[in-house]
Structures are given as C-alpha cells and as structure tokens.
C-alpha cells in the first residue's frame, strides 16, 4: 500500500524548534516530487517547502532561512526541521508525493498525502 505517515508535530512557544518526518512506504523517493504543506484555519493549503526528484530544493519566502527539508533514503524518510517558530507558523502540517491541490490539504486533487500533523506555535 502507498502511504505516507507524518509524525513530530506538536506544542511549542515561541523561537522554538520541532522536526517534522514524513515516513514513506510502497514507493520510493527516486521518482517522485516530494513536498511539505501547511493549512492554517481560515487559509488555503500551502506548499512551504519541496525537494524535487532532479535534487533540488525549494522553500516559502515566509519559511526560507528558519526550515529545512531534508531526506533519508535508507529510512525512505523526509524530515522538516523547523526553527525560530513563530506563531504564524501555526497550522496542520502535510507531506505529499506528486501533490496536486486547489484550496484544502485535507482534499488534494492528485498524489499521496500523509494524514497531517498539529503545529501550534504560543507567543
């Protein structure tokens, strides 16, 4: 089966830090565009950040410099570590393969996308 589990979410204050993982399994990384997403109440889903299957990598202006995407292929894993939390970074947080998406995370038009993990961020 396809699928794609996100764990590493939680509750944080302020200038903190989680790590996001994204585990893989019944594909591999080599073919695929990977991506993490974010839905905050009241806003549409976000791409923040993408490796694409050439290597190369792509952030958010509103993340770049404070995240960074990276994967395991051994553990076919994807990992977000995310620093310096701000409270705006408050959302449930997605990864997908292949993602397609209009307006909701949580109802992508193509892909496979992981459950989401809360994010929530105190001033």
């Known amino acids: 089966e396809v699928q794609l589990v996100e764990s590493g979410g939680g509750s944080v204050q302020a200038g903190g830090s989680l790590r996001l993982s994204c585990s893989a399994s019944g594909f591999t990384f080599d073919n695929v565009d990977m991506g993490w997403y974010r839905q905050a109440p009241g806003h549409e889903c976000d791409l923040i950040s993408k490796i694409l299957r050439d290597g190369s990598i792509h952030y958010e202006d509103t993340v770049k410099g404070r995240f960074t995407i990276s994967q395991n292929n051994a553990k076919n894993t994807m990992y977000l570590q995310m620093n310096s939390l701000k409270p705006e970074d408050s959302a449930v947080y997605y990864c997908?393969?292949?993602?397609?998406?209009?307006?909701?995370?949580?109802?992508?038009?193509?892909?496979?996308w992981g459950q989401g993990t809360q994010v929530t961020v105190s001033s």
């Open positions: 997908a393969a292949d993602g397609v998406w209009e307006r909701l995370c949580s109802e992508p038009i193509w892909g496979t």
